[in-house]
């Protein structure tokens, strides 16, 4: 009990039990409202460490899939750009691109017709290509027949330099002629005796005939023997 007219802040009121437990009570309450105010504080002020995180993480989340989607944006464009080039060249290439075709007017070609464009003269120059291969060795097999006709001439001349004479019994295109005369007269006893003329049919196959059984190589050699001795005998 304080005496009257006493106040809480006098030193006989502190130091006495009753003003002890006053002191601690008021204290206890200065501390449980200082703590109250602290964790009100504390939950009211929001975690920036957490949230300056998240942020950044966000950020480098999205900044990823930017460079991502910007590098797969460009890749595509060198892709068409590529693709558009390959066209231009074809046709600036292939002479039949360069060609007006009056069906589509002043139109662009289509990519589409580009390409079969394409085929058509790849195609085209495959043929030519193995055309001047056949020709190719067609004049190979012509030079080296020159080659050889050349080489026989070379020993004809060189023969008769080295004979001046050998010519002089040289015998006469009669001659020639006779030899010729004599060899088909024989074929041509032969022939009329063999073929009929009774309709083509007979006529093609009489022949055929012929020519199995009369001019077989050594038929003619036979023949051509016989001509020459018969025109020896006369000559000489």
Same mark, same amino acid.
């Given at each position: 009990?304080?005496?009257?007219?006493? #106040?809480?802040?006098?030193?006989?009121?502190?130091?006495?039990?009753?003003?002890?437990?006053?002191?601690? +009570?008021?204290?206890?309450?200065?501390? #449980?409202?200082?703590?109250? @105010?602290? *964790?009100?504080?504390?939950?009211?002020?929001?975690? +920036?460490?957490?949230?300056?995180?998240? $942020?950044?993480?966000?950020? $480098?989340?999205?900044?990823?899939?930017?460079?991502?989607?910007?590098?797969?944006?460009?890749?595509?464009?060198?892709?068409?750009?590529?693709?558009?080039?390959?066209?231009?060249?074809?046709?600036?290439?292939?002479?039949?691109?360069?060609?007006?075709?009056?069906?589509?007017?002043?139109?662009?070609? #289509?990519?589409?017709?580009?390409?079969?464009?394409?085929?058509? $003269?790849?195609?085209?120059?495959?043929?030519?290509?193995?055309?001047?291969?056949?020709?190719?060795?067609?004049?190979?097999?012509?030079?080296?027949?020159?080659? @050889?006709?050349?080489?026989?001439?070379?020993?004809?001349?060189?023969?008769?330099?080295?004979?001046?004479?050998?010519?002089?019994?040289?015998?006469?295109?009669?001659?020639?002629?006779?030899?010729?005369?004599? @060899?088909?007269? #024989?074929?041509?006893? *032969?022939?009329?005796?063999?073929?009929?003329?009774?309709?083509?049919?007979?006529?093609?196959?009489?022949?055929?005939?012929?020519?199995?059984?009369?001019?077989?190589?050594?038929?003619?050699?036979?023949?051509?023997?016989?001509?020459?001795?018969?025109?020896?005998?006369?000559? $000489?």
């Amino acid at each position: 009990m304080t005496e009257p007219g006493a #106040s809480p802040e006098d030193p006989w009121v502190k130091a006495s039990p009753v003003g002890l437990f006053v002191e601690s +009570t008021r204290k206890g309450n200065v501390v #449980s409202r200082a703590n109250s @105010i602290g *964790s009100t504080s504390a939950s009211s002020v929001p975690n +920036t460490d957490d949230e300056d995180s998240d $942020y950044h993480q966000e950020a $480098y989340k999205e900044s990823y899939k930017d460079r991502r989607r910007r590098a797969h944006t460009q890749a595509e464009q060198k892709r068409r750009d590529a693709i558009k080039r390959g066209y231009d060249d074809l046709q600036t290439i292939v002479p039949t691109c360069q060609q007006q075709d009056f069906s589509i007017g002043s139109q662009k070609l #289509s990519k589409a017709i580009v390409l079969q464009k394409t085929i058509d $003269y790849i195609q085209f120059l495959h043929k030519e290509k193995k055309k001047q291969e056949e020709e190719v060795s067609t004049l190979r097999k012509d030079v080296t027949a020159l080659k @050889i006709m050349k080489v026989n001439y070379e020993q004809i001349v060189k023969a008769h330099q080295d004979n001046p004479h050998e010519g002089e019994d040289q015998v006469s295109d009669q001659v020639k002629f006779n030899v010729f005369q004599g @060899i088909m007269d #024989s074929l041509f006893q *032969s022939f009329n005796a063999s073929i009929s003329v009774a309709s083509f049919q007979e006529l093609s196959a009489c022949v055929f005939s012929w020519i199995e059984e009369h001019c077989k190589p050594q038929t003619l050699r036979e023949i051509v023997i016989g001509v020459l001795h018969q025109l020896k005998n006369q000559l $000489y």
